[in-house]
């Protein structure tokens, strides 16, 4: 199969796709460590077109993945018509992740790939791919130490595509979640230090997903403590007040926090900002 352009690119992103393909289509069989968002997705679907049933995607599957993104990442796989397979990651067994130190994201990336690894020698000594993009390289990512530790490349970051390209090439290529919001795992709700739990996590994904229902469309919940502290894009906080201003409407939303375990419940007025739980670093 291959992915026809549906709208014209400049000149530099035009070069970055036919550097990908190249890049991947020199690979004999590929393995992508594959989330679902759009930047793994875009990997995902340059692998199989070039490599076809050589090409696969994986995705690791812990309380951390909220349950409507696994859905998506199947979905989405099954769409491009790559080889999709979930494997089950224990990061949460390690008291270098549930701990929440500031390097947690290493050592779950160190399970994946540990995962991975096997897998993609099973598959006839597979490349692993990731879909770490050029932004990526400046932000606080300690697993992208452990994924090049075991190897890992990142065709992405490697040909200089930042999250702008991937999106701009994810639409041009006829890709339908080009604009899908970027969703960190789970665990970025908490603060450094805070201790991780699958019941933790699993609080969080019920509190997120019941805003999701309720027409909000892209969310976190921060939680601090026993406190849900939410964010939502700041153009939208001017419609949340005013929903939320209704004693009823009000009434739903702190009774639905406090039955899943919070003991407060705050909207956070300067909006969502991603990483924002990164700023002390």
Request: proline residues 6%.
């Amino acid at each position: 199969m291959a992915f026809t352009l549906l709208d014209s690119l400049p000149a530099p992103l035009e070069r970055g796709l036919s550097d990908l393909r190249h890049l991947v289509a020199a690979l004999p069989r590929v393995v992508v460590a594959y989330s679902g968002g759009v930047d793994s997705a875009l990997v995902a679907a340059i692998a199989v077109e070039q490599r076809g049933a050589a090409a696969q995607a994986v995705t690791g599957v812990s309380p951390a993945l909220a349950p409507h993104l696994r859905r998506e990442a199947a979905l989405q796989a099954r769409w491009l018509g790559i080889r999709h397979r979930e494997i089950a990651t224990a990061e949460l067994a390690d008291p270098a992740y549930a701990s929440n130190p500031q390097e947690r994201c290493y050592a779950c990336k160190r399970e994946l790939h540990s995962l991975l690894a096997p897998i993609a020698a099973g598959a006839g000594g597979a490349a692993v791919l990731d879909g770490v993009n050029h932004d990526d390289l400046g932000d606080h990512r300690p697993g992208i130490r452990a994924a090049r530790e075991h190897g890992v490349r990142s065709p992405l970051a490697e040909l200089g595509i930042d999250k702008a390209g991937v999106r701009r090439l994810s639409r041009a290529l006829g890709l339908p979640w080009w604009d899908k919001p970027a969703q960190p795992c789970l665990a970025s709700r908490f603060p450094y230090g805070e201790p991780i739990t699958a019941a933790r996590l699993q609080r969080v994904a019920a509190a997120e997903d019941w805003l999701l229902q309720r027409g909000w469309p892209e969310v976190r919940v921060r939680s601090q403590g026993e406190t849900a502290r939410i964010e939502l894009p700041a153009a939208l906080l001017g419609e949340a007040c005013g929903r939320w201003a209704d004693p009823q409407a009000r009434a739903e939303l702190v009774s639905t926090f406090l039955e899943l375990g919070f003991t407060a419940v705050a909207l956070d007025l300067e909006g969502l900002v991603s990483g924002k739980l990164n700023r002390d670093l």
